[in-house]
């Protein structure tokens, strides 16, 4: 069963705009996390977040996560036509049968970004 | 610095047809995985390794086998390929801390007709 559900699930924007997804999902986690790909290649990490931190950074990525309503968002800041891609959350659930080793996908937001 | 790779790149069965794809990761990591994407569904774990010797069952395991002889390869293997197993394949891999990221090879296209 999918965990993690972003929306929306596809997001057209003009080059220098924001762009911004959501994330949520049902059980407790240990952390989140945030992967790109790009058309024909695979999954490339983004940004972690863990479970006790509400904000985090990384250029211009802003990544917020709160646990009491079980969501987080990611935001690409004056967007470019490079950022085009789909975005995906993955969470690392605490109760996940003993397991330290899975994340689990949503299905993915596709972002278009305009020239 | 190859991180994964995957091969085939592409590959085209027959129904009832096997094969075996193969993955290999030189970072040294502990953790491997095989995940199938297929349009709408997101990613979903077909069967993982902890370590070398080891495997385990996933999501949607069924119609699959794992190997993971050596610890830098993780081979998937389909003994009886079925139309409802076309799709991308991708594995990835994972050092032993646990907020460290998976890293992901760029995929096997697999189409069975």
């Known amino acids: 069963s999918q965990q993690g559900e972003e929306d929306p699930q596809a997001l057209s924007i003009q080059e220098g705009e924001n762009a911004t997804m959501n994330c949520s999902y049902k059980?407790?986690?240990?952390?989140l996390q945030w992967y790109r790909q790009n058309s024909g290649r695979g999954l490339v990490h983004l940004i972690l977040?863990?479970?006790?931190?509400r904000e985090k950074h990384s250029g211009r990525l802003r990544v917020t996560l709160d646990t009491s309503k079980k969501s987080s968002s990611l935001l690409i800041t004056a967007s470019r036509a490079a950022d085009t891609a789909s975005y995906f959350c993955a969470t690392d659930q605490t109760n996940s049968g003993g397991s330290n080793y899975k994340l689990t996908f949503g299905k993915g937001t596709l972002l278009t970004v305009n020239p | 610095n190859a991180g994964v790779t995957q091969t085939p790149k592409f590959r085209v069965l027959k129904t009832g047809q096997s094969m075996t794809l193969l993955c290999a990761q030189d970072?040294?990591?502990?953790?491997m995985y095989w995940y199938r994407q297929d349009p709408g569904m997101g990613l979903r774990l077909i069967h993982y390794?902890?370590?070398?010797?080891?495997?385990a069952k996933g999501e949607v395991p069924d119609g699959y086998n794992v190997s993971r002889l050596k610890k830098q390869n993780f081979l998937l293997g389909l003994e009886s390929a079925a139309p409802s197993q076309t799709s991308v394949y991708f594995c990835?891999?994972?050092?032993?801390?646990?907020?460290?990221?998976?890293?992901f090879g760029d995929g096997t296209r697999l189409s069975i007709l």
């Open positions: 990835a891999s994972r050092g032993l801390i646990r907020s460290q990221p998976q890293h």
């Open positions: 977040i863990r479970s006790n931190e």
């Open positions: 390794s902890v370590g070398e010797g080891t495997t």
């Open positions: 970072m040294n990591h502990e953790y």
């Open positions: 059980t407790s986690i240990n952390n």
